[in-house]
């Protein structure tokens, strides 16, 4: 029996950002949040560096890892793999439509491919009892969202997968880069609204644009949860408020100080195990973004981040200087 996990509220995968530091920091932020790793390769699981792809806390729970792949029996070993360190659940990148992604054939262009998708995801539920979801766009190229995407989610509940996370834009292939395929085709939530009224049984999480409370209740009137990318890295504080928002509960006020211990310690032990400050410090740039002396604070560890030998001190120090009323 899979467990399922709660969708309410998740951070999205994102390449170069969403690491194990990253989501070490997020969590700190947001409790109960699902997170997710970068997409990673089912092939580099296979064959690459274990433990530096896979590799991460338990206080990072629940991680879900994405993997990218386009052969059942690749994928399946791969999450079998993976199973074993302990993600709470996998999910298939259909939603990606970079060019050396598409090389690959795998992320979006796999939603042209309905039944091959189905065979990798039948191949990813035999290999764990963890939750296999799917992560799509509402669909590519010139294809009308509403039978395309119909066509796609219908092939991947026949392999048993229940929970779907769109990203309400359309993939342009062609002539678009992925930066551009995030903010040109227009956000179409009426299509996933749509997908969900047609089938209320399965779980329909709403990505793409969502950086306010208000917006997370409007989408949450007939999504089963919400997933934030760009906004949790701008501006990380406020995970707080938009996880409490999906909710429907207070945010619980950050203590602002227990939060720069917790971080200092975890860059001292990072650094210890021979990782770079700025490895971790890079994704608390943005943590008080709009706040007086948010400035100097990103000042401060970007300048210093990629030199200094004690990072948990120059946070410290950033932190300090936050404080002071003059900062503003
Ligand atoms: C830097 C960056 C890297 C991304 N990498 C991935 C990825 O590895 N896998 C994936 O499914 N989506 C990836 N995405 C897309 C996001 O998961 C998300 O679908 C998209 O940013 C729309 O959500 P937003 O408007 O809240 O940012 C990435 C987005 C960004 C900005």
């Known amino acids: 029996?899979?467990?399922?996990?709660?969708?309410?509220?998740?951070?999205?995968?994102?390449?170069?950002?969403?690491?194990r530091h990253c989501r070490f920091f997020h969590r700190l932020l947001a409790p109960k949040a699902l997170l997710y790793t970068e997409m990673v390769t089912s092939a580099a699981v296979v064959f690459g560096d274990r433990?530096?792809?896979?590799?991460?806390?338990?206080?990072?729970?629940?991680?879900?890892?994405?993997?990218?792949?386009?052969?059942?029996?690749?994928?399946?070993?791969?999450?079998?793999?993976a199973d074993a360190w302990g993600y709470a659940g996998f999910?298939?990148?259909?939603?990606?439509?970079?060019?050396?992604?598409?090389?690959?054939?795998?992320?979006?262009?796999?939603?042209?491919?309905?039944?091959?998708?189905?065979?990798?995801?039948?191949?990813?539920r035999a290999a764990t009892d963890r939750e296999v979801s799917v992560k799509c766009r509402i669909a590519i190229d010139d294809q009308e969202p509403a039978p395309f995407?119909?066509?796609?989610?219908?092939?991947?509940?026949?392999?048993?997968?229940?929970?779907?996370?769109?990203?309400?834009?359309?993939?342009?292939?062609?002539?678009?880069?992925?930066?551009?395929?995030?903010e040109v085709p227009p956000l179409r939530y009426d299509v996933v609204a749509n997908l969900k009224a047609?089938?209320?049984?399965l779980r329909i999480v709403l990505n793409?644009?969502?950086?306010?409370?208000?917006q997370i209740g409007e989408a949450l009137r007939w999504a089963d949860g919400v997933m934030i990318g760009r906004e949790a890295y701008r501006n990380p504080g406020a995970l707080p408020t938009l996880d409490a928002a999906a909710r429907g509960c207070a945010a619980h006020p950050i203590d602002e100080s227990a939060l720069i211990a917790t971080l200092a310690a975890y860059v001292?032990?990072?650094?210890?195990?021979?990782?770079?400050?700025?490895?971790?410090?890079?994704?608390?740039?943005?943590?008080?973004?709009?706040?007086?002396?948010?400035?100097?604070w990103r000042r401060c560890l970007s300048e210093h981040m990629h030199r200094t030998s004690d990072g948990a001190a120059l946070l410290r120090e950033a932190a300090s200087l936050l404080l002071l009323p003059a900062a503003a």
């Open 149 to 182: 995407l119909d066509r796609f989610v219908v092939a991947c509940a026949d392999a048993g997968v229940t929970t779907f996370i769109v990203h309400a834009r359309t993939a342009w292939l062609k002539g678009l880069s992925p930066k551009e395929n995030r």
């Open 1 to 19: 029996m899979t467990h399922r996990l709660d969708h309410r509220f998740a951070v999205a995968p994102m390449m170069d950002w969403t690491d």
């Open 91 to 124: 999910n298939l990148n259909c939603g990606c439509p970079s060019s050396r992604v598409q090389k690959g054939a795998f992320g979006a262009c796999l939603m042209a491919e309905p039944e091959r998708v189905r065979g990798v995801l039948e191949a990813m």
């Open 208 to 214: 793409g644009g969502l950086s306010t409370t208000a």
């Open 198 to 201: 047609h089938y209320p049984e």
């Open 51 to 81: 433990e530096r792809l896979l590799g991460f806390s338990p206080a990072e729970q629940p991680a879900v890892l994405q993997l990218g792949g386009s052969e059942p029996d690749e994928v399946g070993r791969a999450v079998e793999i």
């Open 268 to 296: 001292e032990r990072a650094q210890a195990q021979g990782v770079p400050p700025s490895a971790v410090l890079r994704h608390v740039l943005g943590l008080f973004a709009g706040r007086p002396g948010a400035r100097l």
